[in-house]
């Protein structure tokens, strides 16, 4: 057996461990035990996925007595990629959650839901068929509902959030076998070997492909099938929102990835529009839900929605450019798709256990409540505004990178030795770096807001004044992400030179590593290199800061009194900017997209109408393809559902009726 | 002198299946069904033996020792196993009345006769010929599974569909291997004995076993 294979089988034995010792194991010593198995399974799947990703092969055959392929689990390269990815997020949330769990969080059910979870995720990118794929994906659903369901007992949103889950990842679901079905019925297998053979062009193919994007686009919270995010992601324990943003959507990605380039690689230059399209329209509907949120979790869960928007834009990109044989711009957009999930990984979940620690701390996820933080807790503050900064794609860290890359790729690929590629490519290409320019100001804004709001400024509640810094092993947690977050920014080169080897048939002529882990794209002929800059910068600013340093030593610091403090001295915390003011004109400049319902109310004081006693403004911006797009369907079924309440009335016989006379119609129909 | 008598007593047999299967629609005395049950299974039993000593296979005589032991005594007396009294005075009240239902079984049959000389074909062989008898069974027993009210009269109906599932396959493919055949039969038992019990809890907990009174479903 191969070190993959080895790898595969200790992953699914440490997880049935894991899974027997949540059930067996004293209350007390649950969390403990779960977490140190996860993590173990976690580190397994690593060293599995890093193995894969430097190109060893061999797998885990499953023979199965059903008259097809039998299941294998084998990860190529870019499966390897994805099991080192989310198996990564995978050790930050266990170590995590040995600590931070309590209460429900840490009952049976969640425990044993979180090992089988972390292995669901880690074999969907190592199937090799459709079915053991199918198979791993719903292990994958179903652990991650019953972790979302853990705290259903106390909070009626739960429920709700759990409802809306299960539906939108069933209909994932749904749409994912049928466009395996179409290409296995169309090629005559059901093995990711049988189905390459189909010819892209074909009507199959196509179906296929709608499918698929509509199945995978769910799982990634691309727009409009984005409608669970802002609802199971703030509702999930928080280390469970980390490795749902974290790593389960990225394996929403890795299926378009498997589809785009493996499956049916070369498709038509309408694939790649379309999915530039969904990609564009998900990071500008996404980043402006989360500009405007004043929930810090619904924040970071629209702001998935953006990233992930801005991974497909590339991926749709790199097929239209593919397509017109731009193959180094081509290569150069996948790979920065691929590091933007990457990197996402990494900022995403950080910032997720960074919210974790903030209710943890403070009970509170509104950030008008929030405050002051960065003083109390430290370490939190350092990683939050870490991945922050990943998240507003700021250079050194990871972010920056992926969408320099992206931006390049876009802005050079339109053209090919001063040539227009194609009029479609020339008219795309623009309205992306637009679409992308528009994003990363929103995003940097969004993420000024969160970190400012809730670590910077004076406790705007109770809670956030009395906030102590968490347990040791969440922030061991929290560094490990802030610092692969800052890794991954910091040596872009051999990541995207290795990023390369994934996806594309001649990964030097794409992506190369230059100078100090600098990134070089030959093709295109630009060049990063951040801790050459890092240097640069460092050796303008020495001077400055030892000259300041220097003559504030000369000058001793005193301290002065404000004569007259103009109102200044006397600010109460309420006085403070809070996020809803902040994101205010946005919610003005966006008026017509977001449609807000503002309701404010005046009370005078009872001797005079001139005076006013006080204000209250509310203000809600609901999902408009929640409310525009889901809600009449939803009315709708609702109506039918009435109807058919007739014909399932609950009566077994009915039922029994029902498979007889349905057995007895085939019997007739087969003898006619 | 076996080969002479051995289509007769594959008629034999057969017609045996047949009519107990009948028996129990027409019949409403639970008692009577499950003497039904357990004439069905000394049949099935001895169509196996037939089957066995026509083809000179040893195993197969142990099958139908094993299924004499399990549908013959076994699962009756699981079924049975209360007192005497009160057995014979539960009464089914079916949704279909007698008439109506041996009409319903005449149809069945005439259906499993057509769709398997239409759709398998009979072939030369007695038991092939014989074949759609066990396709009757089945259908039966599914009719007896949706017009009975009680659960346990319902458990009859499920026996039975699995003896017509048990006689198809001896008489097309002359059985399974004796470990499959064991181990089915120990799961038909396990699944009696289960639902017995629940049955049992059920009249406990609402006085009663119709099915027809279980539509709410309560947390």
Known sequence: MTGIGAGLLLQLGLGALAVTSALLAAPSLRSRAGGILCTLIAVTGFVTGLDALLGATGGLLIPIALPMDPLLLAPDRLGGLFMLVVSGVGILVSLYSMSSTRGPDASRTAWVAMPVFLVGMQLVPAATDSVSFLLAWEIMTLGSTVLLLADHASRATVASAGIWYSAMSQLSFFFILAGFAVLAAASGGTSFTNLQAIEPGSWAANVAFVLFLLGFGGKAELVPLHVWVPRVLPEAPSHVSAAMSGAMVKIGVYGGLLVCVRLLPDGPAWWGIAIMLVGGASALYGILQASVSSDLKVLLAYSTTENMGLVFLGLGASMLLRGYDATAAADAALVAALLLAVSHAAFKSTLFLGAGAIIHATGERNLDRLGGLGARMPVTAAAFGIASLGAAAIPITSGFVAEWMLLQSLIHGGRQGGAVVSVAASVAMPLAVAVIALTAGLALLTFVKAYGIAFLARPRSAPAADAREVPPLMQLSLALGALSVLALGLLPGPIAALVANTVSSNPTAAVQSVGLGGVSLPGIGAVLDPIMLVVLSALVAIPVVVSIVVSARRHPHRTVDLPWGGGGSRARPRMQYTATSYAEPLVRVFDDVLKPSRDVQVTHVAESRYLVEKVRVEQHVSDVIETRLYRPVLNLFQRYGIVVRHVANGSIHRYLSYSFVALLIVLIVVSL | ?219
């Open chain 2, 1 to 219: 002198m076996f080969e002479t008598f051995y289509p007769q007593l594959i008629g034999f047999c057969t017609g045996a299946l047949l009519l107990t299967s009948a028996l129990m629609v027409w019949r409403h005395s639970l008692l009577a069904s499950i003497r039904l049950l357990a004439l069905q299974g000394v049949a099935l039993a001895a169509l196996v033996a037939v089957i066995g000593i026509a083809e000179g296979e040893s195993e197969l005589v142990l099958v139908s020792l094993l299924i004499l032991s399990v549908k013959g005594v076994g699962l009756p007396w699981v079924l049975a196993h209360q007192s005497k009294a009160s057995i014979k005075q539960i009464q089914e009240s079916p949704r279909l009345n007698p008439t109506a239902a041996l009409l319903a079984v005449t149809l069945l049959t005439i259906l499993s006769y057509v769709v398997v000389s239409r759709v398998f074909g009979l072939g030369d062989s007695e038991t092939g010929h014989a074949a759609p008898i066990g396709l009757a069974m089945v259908l039966i027993g599914f009719l007896l599974l949706i017009s009975r009210r009680r659960a346990r009269s319902q458990l009859i109906g499920f026996l039975l569909l699995d003896n017509g599932i048990a006689t198809i396959a001896f008489l097309t493919s002359g059985g399974v291997p004796i470990l499959l055949e064991f181990a089915v039969s120990l799961d038909v038992l396990l699944v009696v004995l289960i639902l017995h019990v629940f049955a049992g809890r059920m009249r406990t907990k609402f006085g009663g076993t119709a099915v027809d009174q279980l539509r709410e479903l309560h947390d």
